[in-house]
């Protein structure tokens, strides 16, 4: 039989009952479209974390408190109290630090703010002025904190994006006017511009205040909870670390060999630890969905394995005409590799248009992965003839005067 009339008689023997066939292709159908669609998503959060993250720039360094070794820093807002602003001032001015461009002390505090009656719940920040170079902070009206804001311990306040919005309502200028945080009246001098959250912290939703003044007025305290660096080369971060490594441990008295009492992270390590974290994340939800896909070939076998029973005398009367094993094994095989081609078709289709609304609802990237899809096609083949060659070799056996003799 010549490979044509192979094609059509397996094409017909699947169209003769429809139903048994889409359910048979529905194991692949799934399997494939959630490989896709976990591959996608997860291309695209990591896409959306990673523009988050590398919106801080890739040359920032943050000295927290507390050793990595001795478990989680508490972090930002923690009882940990190893900082002072006069250790940013000595990585800025030391002069042993040379790939340092500006520092901001860090102090935050969770809180309500109150305005002509109307409460919102926020994070309040004390920075530096050179926080506005260093995270970016563009204005909408008004202007950001200066040194003498600082210096003068100064009870003034800007707003992020929605914190003015909720406090004053849309369109408003809120410059001039007073909030109260923690029942402590603050001028307001500027409003940001809208800057977008992360899943880590929303700038919009925060208030940043001079950090002196959120040192001694509102937490009553000497340390600071975060340093925040900005080094002028980005080639040069690893040193940068190491050079404030050094500096600090002398000024902390950390002798040879004992653990610092702070910590030091940069952009570099979030987006290191993130390609980590995803990539098994990924790997992981892949395989469980793999799992369709090694379920769908088991079905396939399954439901090839009836057919060939149900077709014995069809198969021993090609026999008896002259169709020789081969063909008889080529036809199952077909009938096998259609069911999966077709149904890894579907799913890719399914999949690619399931990741395109996800991703809308969602709001993050919509990526789809060529490599994905290749795996997909390259599965389907690969099940098709893999759990289909043993129901088309068992046909392709069958002795032609037995099958005809079947009942």
Do not use: C
Not at 64 to 77: C, E, H, K, N, T
């Amino acid at each position: 039989m010549s490979y044509p009339e192979l094609v059509t008689s397996a094409l017909t023997a699947l169209k003769s009952n429809v139903l048994r066939t889409l359910l048979t292709m529905l194991g692949i159908i799934i399997g494939i479209a959630a490989v896709i669609l976990i591959v996608s998503l997860g291309a695209g959060a990591t896409q959306t974390i990673t523009n988050q993250i590398s919106s801080f720039g890739t040359n920032l360094i943050v000295v927290i408190p507390g050793s990595l070794s001795q478990g989680p820093p508490s972090g930002l807002g923690g009882s940990v109290k190893t900082l002072t602003p006069e250790d940013g001032e000595a990585i800025l001015g030391s002069g042993r630090v040379v790939n340092v461009e500006v520092v901001s002390p860090m102090v935050t505090k969770p809180t309500k703010v109150v305005a002509g009656g109307v409460d919102v719940s926020a994070t309040v920040q004390g920075v530096a002025a050179s926080y506005q170079i260093l995270q970016s902070v563009d204005m909408a009206q008004g202007e950001f904190l200066t040194e003498d804001h600082e210096q003068g311990l100064s009870r003034v306040a800007v707003l992020g994006a929605d914190i003015a919005v909720d406090l004053f309502g849309e369109g408003a200028e809120p410059v001039g006017k007073s909030v109260k945080i923690d029942n402590r009246s603050f001028r307001v001098i500027g409003v940001a511009a809208p800057k977008g959250g992360s899943p880590l912290a929303n700038p919009d939703e925060s208030v940043y205040i001079p950090y002196t003044t959120a040192m001694k007025v509102l937490l009553g305290q000497n340390h600071v909870q975060a340093i925040m660096v900005q080094a002028v080369d980005p080639k040069l971060i690893d040193q940068t670390m190491e050079d404030i490594n050094t500096l600090l441990s002398e000024r902390h008295k950390i002798a040879d060999g004992d653990d610092p009492d702070f910590s030091l992270r940069s952009s570099k390590d979030a987006l290191a630890t993130l390609d980590t974290v995803t990539g098994l994340l990924t790997a992981l939800l892949a395989g469980i969905a793999g799992i369709s896909l090694l379920v769908g070939g088991i079905g396939i076998m399954n439901i090839m394995l009836v057919t060939v029973t149900e077709r014995t005398k069809e198969i021993g009367l090609l026999k008896a005409i002259g169709a020789k094993r081969r063909d008889i094994l080529t036809q199952f095989l077909i009938e096998s590799v259609v069911l999966t081609l077709v149904g890894g078709s579907i799913g890719i289709v399914l999949g690619i248009s399931l990741a395109y609304v996800i991703t809308q609802v969602v709001n993050i990237p919509f990526i789809v992965q060529v490599s994905s899809i290749f795996l997909a096609v390259g599965v389907s083949a690969g099940v098709g003839i893999g759990f289909g060659f043993y129901p088309a070799q068992r046909a392709a056996k069958l002795s032609p005067i037995e099958a005809l003799r079947y009942e």
